[in-house]
């Protein structure tokens, strides 16, 4: 699977559309890689990550205060590495939003479950662009990872010092370009040795030419930059959030100063979480939800709850088998491996993905409450587990359609989706 960067909200309203655009993304063989509620974060952090993928995939979902700045940060950022771009806008979001040059299509918040075909259609478009087997950024081999250091001269010794040690102690070759008074550094070899630095930290306030120059190839290779600056109330851009801007570090006060680069470091190695399977994405969202936060704050251990969760789950062993027990477990928490394993030589995988697919076509037509939506959701899930060959997962997914998609494979005479219904709600 091919990483993409998949950016999106986080508030309770909007966890539902990163579990269906995350879903979708794995039917074309895409891996959604995020990152999850946190403290803080930077743009050094966003910036690491988005070079791993082949591209982003963005859902901007309208808020009482408009669409959020940090996912148009996202799209910004993007752009400035020309990465293929797929923006979701809610289709109550004015139009100028996003400049017509980049792919974008449409949502509705109240049916997008019924505009799955559309959403997956502008996805493959998408995937045909990117390709089968996108070809890996350019890079030297063989060296030790590097990071490139700006307009130290602007901090005091101590400063300077004290950044070095903190970067050299954690396995960074340090890089630097003096200032010789003789112009800009010459292309070529220097561009290359700073265009494969893994990490930049520069300091704005120095009026150097040279380090204002490389500053610009800095940014213009997308080289993870943590930018830091002595002058408390120096300008600041209102349309771009503080933390993907400069930090403060006190002149006066060095060991505050030098807590700042170390966190800012800490958050730029942070790992983004990847959601390889349908499960993990519901799960993810699920999360989300429960953790949505109306102020946009969140504290570290909701960051480590979502993606224990998402990776490991309440997963108990006892005697070589998985089953209900563990934190907050019931009895109706039944192992769905041990009810495939009971079933499984009665429920053809094939047909039952032909049977819901005919269902969930059927169950469009009828639907009229909201809970029906996320019934309709549930089967669609089902039915990608069922093409994917996990039976398992696909029995998960029907114990969550509920009666109502039942009733209706009984009366249009769909048996073995029936059957899987009644055996996965414990009828």
Known sequence: MDPVYFSHGYREREAPFAAHFASLMQQVNFL???????????????????????????????????????????????????????????????????????????????????????????????????????????????????????????????????????????????????????????????????????????????????????????????????????????????????????????????????????KQINLFEEDFLELDKSSEANTYAHMLALSASATGEYSHDVRTSIIQEVTMGDKYITKGQVGAVGSNAHAHDMNFNQVWQEKNGDIDLEVLAIELSQLRDHLRGIVSLPEHDAAIGAIANAEVAAKEGDGPEAMSWLSKSGKWTLDAATKISLGVATAAIKTSLGV
């Open 32 to 262: 959604p890689s995020l990152d999850p509620p946190s403290e803080d974060v930077n743009a050094a952090k966003l910036e690491r990550h988005l070079g791993y993928t082949t591209g982003g995939i963005a859902v901007v979902a309208n808020r009482d205060t408009g669409p959020s700045a940090h996912i148009l940060h996202e799209v910004s950022m993007c752009l400035r590495a020309r990465k293929p771009l797929l923006v979701f806008l809610e289709d109550t979001i004015p139009d100028g939003l996003i400049s017509d040059r980049i792919l974008q299509y449409r949502f509705s918040s109240k049916s997008y479950i019924r505009e799955v075909r559309e959403h997956l259609h502008a996805i493959k478009l998408f995937r045909s662009y990117v390709g089968s087997s996108p070809t890996p950024r350019y890079q030297s081999v063989g060296r030790q990872r590097s990071c490139v250091l700006i307009g130290m001269n602007a901090l005091s010794e101590d400063y300077r010092d004290g950044i070095e040690h903190e970067i050299q102690s954690r396995g960074y070759r340090l890089i630097y370009f003096a200032d010789t008074g003789q112009g800009i550094v010459q292309p070529g070899e220097s561009h290359f040795e700073i265009a494969n630095c893994s990490l930049a930290i520069c300091c704005v306030d120095s009026k150097s030419v040279l380090d204002g120059y490389l500053l610009g190839v800095v940014q213009d290779a997308l080289v993870p930059t943590i930018l830091l600056s002595g002058k408390k109330n120096s300008p600041r851009n209102k349309r771009v959030p503080s933390e993907y801007q400069r930090r403060w570090v006190d002149p006066k006060n060095y060991e505050k100063g030098i807590s700042v680069v170390t």
